[in-house]
């Protein structure tokens, strides 16, 4: 309990609501090593990823790592919460990201249908640039993808991926992110 | 997986990982095709590890080595 301190208001300082428009997301098979929280005692350190995750090799392509899968977010749908989970004397919390990734393309369908099949290590960035973690080591986040085509008369076609991590709050990243090869 | 020649003179890969989004500069780097100014603004990044400037031996005698080693059997005269 010691790393409790006091929490100021805005002072002046940019506080813009929201995420940007790419979410980095990679299966959680595809880490060499998934780094966990620091175990210092800075402010901020307990929330805090503790250096950068690493990948194995791709079988695939020799020589090539695995990365994170960059997704596309239509601008102002891509959202993260954090609820409270469980009660008194036993409380933790649940994270849920949400984003709507344009087209009927097979890759969001080959994506949509692999995903919900594993479990992620998912990256969000605020506006202002701060990387958001959801899902961690043998806790990661389990995503779905809802297709809607839209009407002719309106509506929007593409796939709405939905994202559940159970996790004791927000998670902050200040690693590299490797990203997979193109 | 090769850096730009210019760049490989002085840095090396370390991981294997050529793609990478830094967060601290805020965009994306093809490690295979950035310049040596980039690769000077990557290893600046606290934490920044995917890439390395090249250690450079160094040259301690033998062929190749300084030409200022001091004569043998000669001592030099006291100025006293």
């Keep these: 309990m010691a790393n409790l301190s006091h929490l100021p208001g805005p002072q002046g300082k940019d506080n813009q609501p929201g995420l940007k428009g790419t979410v980095y997301i990679a299966p959680e098979e ?5 780094a966990g929280f620091k175990t210092t005692n800075g402010k901020g350190d307990s929330v805090t990823i503790d250096g950068s995750h690493t990948f194995k090799d791709n079988p695939a392509t020799p020589g090539v790592k695995y990365g994170f899968l960059k997704a596309y977010a239509t601008q102002d749908t ?14 933790g919390a649940k994270a849920s990201l949400e984003f709507f990734n344009p087209g009927a393309g097979k890759e969001a369908a080959e994506f949509a249908r692999i995903i919900k099949n594993t479990t992620c290590i998912m990256l969000v960035k605020t506006p202002d640039g701060v990387v958001q973690q959801v899902g961690a080591e043998d806790l990661g986040a389990e995503i779905v993808g809802s297709y809607d085509s839209g009407k002719l008369s309106g509506g929007r076609r593409g796939t709405t991926f939905k994202a559940e991590a159970y996790q004791n709050g927000n998670q902050y990243y200040e690693g590299i992110i490797d990203l997979l090869p193109a | 997986m090769e850096l730009r020649p210019e760049v490989a003179e002085q840095f ?33 990044v606290p934490g920044f590890d995917r890439l390395r400037r090249k250690q450079v031996p160094v040259k301690r005698g033998g062929a190749g080595g300084s030409n200022h080693r001091p004569r043998k059997g000669k001592k030099k005269e006291s100025l006293m």
Excluded: C, N
């Design chain 1, 78 to 91: 891509a959202q993260l919460k954090i609820e409270p989970t469980g009660e008194r004397d036993g409380r």
């Design chain 2, 12 to 44: 090396e890969l370390t991981m294997g990982v050529t793609r990478v989004h830094v967060p601290q500069l805020g965009r994306d780097y093809d490690l295979t095709r950035i310049s040596l100014e980039e690769a000077e603004q990557l290893v600046a």
């Design chain 1, 30 to 34: 595809w880490f060499e090593k998934i």
